[in-house]
């Protein structure tokens, strides 16, 4: 009994208890040919079978150790999302499949997330890309890691003509036009053009940044369910995340300006010179 009761044993057990949920619901997407959809708001933003399957393993496997914990995700009902923004919220909150687009036309660039958040701040986050085999994990103040292993962002960052940067798609048109002008905007007001990745799952481009894959990130229509790991495992790895208004970005925020510090900085100076309009 004291050892159940100790506070490091409990977040351990969490922890594995994440692990072991997102490595089931993954092991089941890789085989899942389930794509039958429902639209939502638009003709692209829908859910799929697998996503609702999805879903509710990561919750069955969760609630196996954490009978009692909160558990919100993407697909519940916009009542409970709003539990979310309580500034005392505790609970996991998960993203069945990051990239639902790219996983109905079996693009195999889709991720599974599953954050846990005390009161408010993030303190443990899982993501796993099973098309790459990839589990990235991350305690507060414990460092981030791929398959085990430590990581960082990309450590030789020298400017932005030779910067990776990338934004995300939108299921708004007016919010995927302000992610474009943002980029169009790096090229106006420096002559430079940096390699744009729109890779349709911004999980995933998160922990692409935290290995060192991508050197910033800019994107106006995130989700809570987008957050609750992946801004954990950026800042973990020592990337920056901010706001596009420029503050310290929570995990409910629905912009992002994140990675290397030396690339948020570079951005975050033209970004300033912008329409206020579009970093909302």
Not at 200 to 226: E, Q
Not at 242 to 264: I, K, R, Y
Request: aromatic share 8%.
């Amino acid at each position: 009994m004291e050892q159940y009761n100790n506070p490091d044993n409990s977040a351990e057990r969490r922890m594995e208890s994440m692990r072991t949920a997102v490595l089931e619901a993954g092991a089941y997407i890789l085989q899942s040919e389930e794509r039958e959809h429902t639209d939502k708001s638009n003709k692209k933003d829908f859910v799929t079978v697998a996503d609702i399957k999805a879903q509710d393993m990561l919750r069955q496997a969760l609630r196996r150790e954490n009978p009692n914990a909160v558990v919100l995700s993407e697909e519940d009902t916009e009542e409970e999302h709003q539990r979310l923004f309580d500034p005392n919220f505790t609970g996991f909150v998960l993203d069945p499949i990051d990239g639902t687009y790219n996983f109905k036309r079996d693009l195999r660039e889709s991720a599974i997330s599953a954050g846990y958040v005390e009161n408010g701040k993030i303190i443990q986050g899982v993501v796993f890309d099973p098309f790459k085999n990839e589990l990235f994990t991350a305690e507060l103040g414990k460092g981030a890691f791929r398959n085990g292993e430590p990581i960082l962002v990309r450590q030789d960052y020298d400017g932005l003509d030779g910067a990776s940067i990338a934004t995300s798609n939108s299921y708004n048109g007016e919010a995927m036009r302000r992610n474009l002008d943002r980029q169009d905007a790096i090229y106006d007001k420096t002559g430079i053009m940096p390699w744009l990745s729109l890779h349709g799952s911004g999980v995933l481009i998160m922990t692409n940044i935290a290995c060192g894959r991508f050197d910033a990130y800019h994107h106006n229509g995130l989700k809570p369910w987008d957050n609750a790991a992946a801004f954990l495992i950026v800042r973990e790895a020592g990337g920056v995340v901010q706001t596009l208004a420029g503050g310290e970005a929570p995990f409910t925020s629905p912009t992002v300006l994140m990675g290397v510090p030396g690339a948020v900085a570079d951005l975050r100076n033209i970004f300033s010179q912008l329409d206020p309009e579009l970093l909302t």
